[in-house]
């Protein structure tokens, strides 16, 4: 099967609305072979977006990524992140050169601010700025961005996505969150969206998928997706899990299913601040 569902970001690029993340890959060489087989065929089932950062195994990602793309650049729609201790003007523009060259590409589409840090935001923006002028980047965006942090951005500034820790099991972002970057028309990017694997364990979960011959990780991610417009962003390091998650477009859950899922993991009902892993 194929990936189809997309998300429009603001700058009108319509991009799939599951992608692959990357968090803990090319770390160990004995698993490089699995898991650029893994990012490999996750394209082949349409997961073209490829989330990776700075920060991961020191580079060891992006280079991972790198290999796994070779050839097919033009099939990924490519994110990378910059770290916060790197998000000055200059220091944005060699830290993404520094990616580009793992990355084995001469642009990235998309490059967020990994969190936010002590530099003025108007400073990396203008750092990406010029990066987008250069060709080097498509778009840029923020990461870890919550309420307050997205209000200090400077006037007229259009970030493509927020991405951020949403799952059932994180439903803070749905109080005051969520509906903030709808008002910016701004799709959010959940990572996380299994919660690292915790998820998958829970009875309920279970139950929900077996009336749908699904698995726990297929719910997790419909669920995570019932919403437009909505990215997730599953990391999964074998052919097996990236099938998997790719058939949960597949997946719809019934208005039952929401209800069951609400019980077992119920929203809050005030302001919780956005957590982080
Ligand atoms: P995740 O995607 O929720 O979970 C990954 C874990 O779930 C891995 O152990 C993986 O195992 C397992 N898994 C995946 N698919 C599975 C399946 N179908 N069945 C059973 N297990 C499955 O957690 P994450 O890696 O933290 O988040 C996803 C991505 O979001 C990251 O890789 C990264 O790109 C991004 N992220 C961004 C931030 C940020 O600050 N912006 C923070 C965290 C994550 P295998 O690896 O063995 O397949």
Known sequence: MTATHTVALPSGVLVPALGQGTWHMGEDPARRSEEMDALRAGLDFGLTLIDTAEMYGDGGAESLVGAAISGRRDEVFLISKVLPSHADHDGVRAACHESLRRLGTDHIDLYLLHWPGSVPLAETIGGFDSLVSDGAIGSWGVSNFDVGDLAALPAGTTPQTDQILYNLSRRGPEVDLLPECRRRSMPVMAYSPIEQGRLLGSTVLR?????????????????????????????????????ENAAALDLRLTADDLATLDRAFPAPDHKVPLDML
């Open 207 to 243: 139950e929900v998928a077996a009336a749908h011959r699904a698995t726990p990780a297929q719910v997790a991610l419909a669920w995570v997706l019932r919403d437009d417009p909505m990215i997730a962003i599953p990391k999964a390091a074998t052919r097996d899990h990236v099938r």
